[in-house]
């Protein structure tokens, strides 16, 4: 506190020669004086370091940049007051053009090869060197392939109890695929899609942007795919099931303790009334008895598609040998 009271009394001490001072007259000779020491300032020469842009120029129609040099140099120069002001301040600076011989073999230039391209390029300055060892780039040639496109099934999030009643269809079933060689040529055979939409729980019919799966340096012709396939709720059911009895002999010496197996599935809400059992066949084959229990097991032979999710209480059915 005591320094605080020192410094503010030595300030008003400063000042209190000032207090009937025309304040505009010292305004006016203190900005004359800075005025001219800028303007002799400018008209002398300097050695600094400034950030110059750059400009990457290819064919664009048959070759793309798929990693960019940096959009400015760091480079020590000499040159006028004025000349360093305008290429340090200016809003319209021109940046130094890079043209490469073979620019998709070319993947870095050192200092060494980017000194005369900016000496010949700014001749109002004088280029020292440039403060950076190399700059690295990437320019490759494009590459058309066309691959075909299918959804993945595993990406497809159905509410429970719901499953696709129809063929899925993708339209169209193959797309051409644009970009530099690299990319292009890391695309899979096949082209899998998938879904973004959670819990479907009705018909699908939706067009989906093939931007979503591979990157955006890639163009796709078309850019758009369409999806559609049915849904439909399905509902669990718990019936007896036939048993067919395979290689049985005709007298009837040997049967099947039961003829029937208790089973759950399901079946689509609509089909509740059309349920038809005969269409599941299921089978019990005497040739594959086990000795040890006189058991066979019990194998699902055809189930319509209609139907989802079979299961069978008992897998083995015992078999009975008539009295003679």
Not at 79 to 93: A, D, R
Request: charged residues 25%; hydrophobic residues 40%.
């Amino acid at each position: 506190m005591v320094d605080a009271r020192k410094i503010a009394d030595r300030i008003v001490q400063f000042l209190a020669p000032l207090r009937g001072a025309n304040w505009k007259v010292i305004f006016l000779c203190f900005f004359t004086a800075s005025t001219f020491w800028f303007f002799n300032a400018l008209n002398k020469v300097y050695t600094t370091r400034i950030d110059y842009p750059i400009k990457l120029v290819y064919n664009h129609d048959s070759l793309v940049a798929v990693k960019d040099p940096p959009s400015k140099i760091p480079v020590n120069v000499t040159g006028g007051g004025w000349q360093l002001l305008k290429n340090t301040i200016s809003l319209k600076t021109r940046p130094i053009i890079i043209n490469p011989e073979n620019p998709a073999q070319t993947q870095f230039m050192t200092a060494a090869n980017l000194l005369p391209v900016f000496s010949s390029q700014l001749q109002d300055i004088n280029i020292n060197y440039i403060a950076v060892d190399t700059i690295f780039f990437k320019i490759e040639p494009y590459m058309d392939r066309r691959l075909r496109i299918e959804l993945d099934s595993t990406s497809i999030s159905l509410k429970k109890n719901y499953y696709i009643t129809s063929e899925i269809i993708v339209e169209p079933d193959s797309v051409t695929f644009h970009g530099p060689v690299s990319f292009v040529q890391k695309l899979p055979d096949i082209f899998l899609v998938s879904l973004p939409e959670r819990n479907i729980s009705k018909s699908y019919d939706e067009e989906l942007s093939l931007d979503l799966f591979s990157p955006s340096i890639i163009k796709k012709i078309p850019e758009v795919i369409h999806v559609s396939f049915e849904v439909e709720e399905f509902i669990e059911i718990q019936q007896e099931l036939d048993i067919q009895q395979v290689n049985f002999p005709y007298d009837s010496t040997i049967f099947l303790e039961s003829n029937s197996v208790p089973a759950t599935f399901k079946i689509p809400r609509s089909q509740k009334n059309n349920l038809n059992l005969e269409d599941v066949l299921i089978i019990a084959d005497l040739s594959n008895i086990r000795s040890a229990d006189s058991t066979i097991s019990i194998e699902i032979m055809d189930v319509p598609e209609y139907i989802k999710d079979l299961s069978l209480e008992e897998k083995r059915v015992k078999v009975i040998y008539a009295e003679e």
